[in-house]
């Protein structure tokens, strides 16, 4: 389920949207202070935009416009382009509206990339070239899969690379209590085959290892296929998850229905969930991880995004040695699929091309863009060449290393899939499988509402 759902408003006029700039006077760290890029930073000074404006629109506002800000007012000191950002919670619509005018802003920030696809086969981006999907291969880690990620057929048929991601998020974590675990004598599972071990070990004495729940209002069920999502790329290869998401096999293949009854290996077994199988739709995932604080504790591990410390007991603090800590979910040592990590993430595209707009993508590229969000909080990075010592907390830095040590990097399926489906049939089914039904059954009514939807 993507964190960055918004809720419609009335679409603006293009020229009111661009009514905050990052303002160059305000930059967040001096110049040659701290461990920061500054060569990186130095070198953007050779492009001479003074008198250009550059806007950039997304899906970024309150503290997210701020930081974002944060970042652009480099590029605008640096250069002496006049950089506007404006965000919206309706970003969906009104980016193809502007798009459609004609009056689009120079970049678009997309937080998903199957509108960002849609527009590339309309003809509303602009491909950024093969030096810079060179550039992404060898510059972030599992740099093949966010080539992958951001290609695109264009209006002529033809692929191309559009976006460049640029902040991430990762879902492929376990978190539990260090106390815990300490006072248990429990290790850090190194591989699937561990953490089926040691989710025996925890009800052999006699406790309950996992804290699962799917409720969610509206959206109840879509915890279960984050599940889903990480397992097929822990028991089948990248490429048969794509053809998953895509629908070039049925979501009743075999090797989907598999991946289904892998969660439930964990969810479907009284032992291994607090509260019991029966509990696991009922429960609301906000309320489900505090099972980790009790005393005597509830449950031992509970695997969900970076954002659920936002519904730990207030006070809860994150980090090694802390109240919580995470792990990464790990894959099979046996089946030599490398270390997949399920995220999510923003694309940056050329909607708007122009001389400020190409060299703002150019500035992408530069490790300080990266580090002057790293150093505050919210942002995550697979570059591989910049300070992760800068990260703004422990956390952060843990979350950023397992980015840096994956080696496959998918998008998270249910929202690349139709609304009907990623964001309807997919949700009500896994609370129909959470609930007893028959994974083969639930793969069939999926498929058959994929299919109507065709």
Request: aromatic fraction near 12%; charge should be negative; proline fraction near 5%.
């Amino acid at each position: 389920m993507n964190s960055l759902m918004r809720s419609a408003v009335g679409a603006g006029v293009a020229a009111a949207l661009f009514a905050s700039g990052a303002m160059a006077a305000d930059l967040k760290f001096a110049p040659g202070e701290g461990d920061f890029n500054w060569e990186s930073y130095e070198a953007l000074k050779s492009m001479d935009l003074s008198g250009e404006q550059v806007t950039v629109f997304g899906p970024f506002l309150g503290p997210d416009q701020e930081l974002v800000e944060s970042v652009l007012a480099y590029f605008a000191e640096a250069t002496g382009a006049d950089v506007k950002y404006s965000g919206s919670d309706s970003f969906e619509q009104q980016v193809m509206i502007d798009a459609e005018a004609g009056s689009a802003a120079n970049i678009s920030i997309f937080p998903q990339p199957g509108l960002a696809s849609d527009m590339a086969k309309r003809g509303f981006l602009t491909p950024l070239g093969d030096d810079t999907a060179a550039w992404v291969k060898d510059n972030y880690a599992a740099g093949q899969s966010w080539v992958d990620l951001a290609t695109f057929e264009g209006a002529t048929g033809a692929d191309d690379l559009y976006g460049f991601f640029f902040k991430v998020d990762v879902k492929s974590l376990v978190w539990y209590s260090p106390e815990n675990f300490e006072d248990a004598g429990y290790d850090i599972p190194a591989s699937m085959e561990e953490l089926k071990t040691l989710t025996d070990q925890i009800v052999t004495d006699g406790g309950t290892p996992w804290c699962i729940g799917l409720g969610s209002g509206g959206a109840t069920g879509w915890p279960a296929t984050d599940w889903v999502e990480d397992l097929m790329l822990r028991t089948q290869p990248a490429d048969v998850y794509d053809m998953w998401v895509s629908n070039e096999i049925g979501f009743n293949d075999e090797r989907v229905i598999a991946a289904i009854e892998e969660f439930g290996y964990f969810a479907r077994n009284d032992d291994y969930v607090a509260g019991g199988a029966g509990a696991v739709a009922s429960t609301d995932f906000r309320d489900s991880p505090k099972g980790l604080f009790s005393s005597p504790p509830q449950c031992y591990m509970h695997r969900q995004a970076s954002f659920i410390p936002a519904f730990f007991p207030e006070g809860t603090e994150v980090g090694e040695g802390a109240d919580a800590d995470f792990f990464y979910f790990p894959s099979y040592a046996g089946k030599d699929l490398g270390a997949p990590v399920l995220g999510a993430g923003t694309l940056f595209a050329m909607t708007n091309e122009s001389k400020g707009a190409k060299a703002l993508m150019e500035f992408l590229k530069a490790p300080i863009a990266h580090e002057v969000w790293m150093a505050q909080e919210g942002f995550l990075t697979p570059h591989t060449g910049v300070s992760t010592a800068l990260y703004g907390s422990d956390a952060l830095r843990g979350m950023g290393e397992i980015l840096l040590n994956a080696t496959t990097f998918r998008f998270d399926g249910s929202d690349l899939m139709p609304g009907g489906v990623g964001a309807g049939s997919f949700w009500t089914g896994m609370v129909d499988y959470a609930g007893g039904k028959d994974a083969a059954e639930v793969a069939k009514g999926i498929q058959d509402s994929w299919d109507a939807l065709k």
